[in-house]
């Protein structure tokens, strides 16, 4: 829950059109684009009532169970378990690991490649301020 904190007063605010949990920021473009067809299991997202949730029958790499997570929410997590596997806290290439309320599988490495593409490019941040 602190990472929410970090994410949501800190990152966010400083670095809104990367790291901002609204939409339209790289993050939630990157987290829209992981979810692919999977869907949302809450109204409360830019799709509103027709954020219909598909997991299991879906392709999307992100997906995110609680429906009580709003969109904002939904990034901030996408966000965590992004740097997670990054970080490498997951198994190499283990996307099937039971993590509870999600599943993040990136390509062939298991790492969010849409994401990892945002930030890793020079001046990144940098040019979002």
Known sequence: ?????????????AYPKILGTQAGSALSLAMTESVGNCGYNTPETPLGKYARFAYPNCTGTYHYW???CSFSCLATEYLHHVV??????????????DVPNTSLCGREDGRAQEWENCVTGPG???RSR
């Open 66 to 68: 609680d429906p009580s």
């Open 84 to 97: 997670a596997s990054y970080n490498g806290e997951y198994a190499w290439g283990r996307a099937d690991l």
């Open 1 to 13: 829950e602190a990472f929410h904190l970090l994410t949501d007063v800190g990152y966010a605010g």
């Open 124 to 126: 990144q941040l940098e």
